[in-house]
């Protein structure tokens, strides 16, 4: 994800990068990448980073769907070059990767690049998430 003018959601973001990394707003008691995913809530990891063309095209939805489902889903970006730790973590072979789990923490769908957000919203829903 990029710092977009005007969008304070990224403002927000790249304070918490300086110490741990990018989290949307809605990430309830987010401490670093060791609570990941978030247990009890379905929860959607975006791994990419900041200068990242495709990851440049996603940070508007991305901000969008944080305020649409906030308080249903945990929306978080983790930017990999400044995370390096979370590549492996993760299993990241190429970004933007995003990764959904369910409400117990377990994975259950994952898309390598760019993701529209009509795509995101339908895998929301097939999670229940409405």
């Known amino acids: ?3 977009l003018k005007g969008a304070l959601i990224f403002l927000v973001c790249a304070v918490f990068l300086s110490s741990v990394g990018t989290a949307y707003t809605d ?3 987010l401490h670093g990448f060791s609570e990941l995913p978030i247990k009890g809530m379905v929860t959607m990891i975006d791994l990419g ?3 990242c063309i495709p990851c440049k095209m996603m940070a508007p939805i991305m901000a969008k769907l944080e305020k649409v489902y906030a308080g ?8 990999v ?4 730790e979370q590549v492996g973590r993760f299993g990241i072979r190429a970004i933007p990767t995003q990764v959904f789990f369910n409400v117990n923490g377990i994975e259950v769908y994952r898309h390598v690049g760019f993701m529209s957000e009509e795509d995101i919203v339908a895998q929301l829903k ?3 998430i409405r």
Not at 72 to 79: E, G
Not at 81 to 84: G, L, Q, V
């Open 72 to 79: 249903r889903a945990a929306i978080v970006f983790i930017d």
């Open 49 to 51: 980073a900041e200068k």
């Open 27 to 29: 990430t309830p008691n």
């Open 81 to 84: 070059w400044k995370n390096k």
């Open 1 to 3: 994800m990029v710092h």
């Open 126 to 128: 097939k999670m229940g």
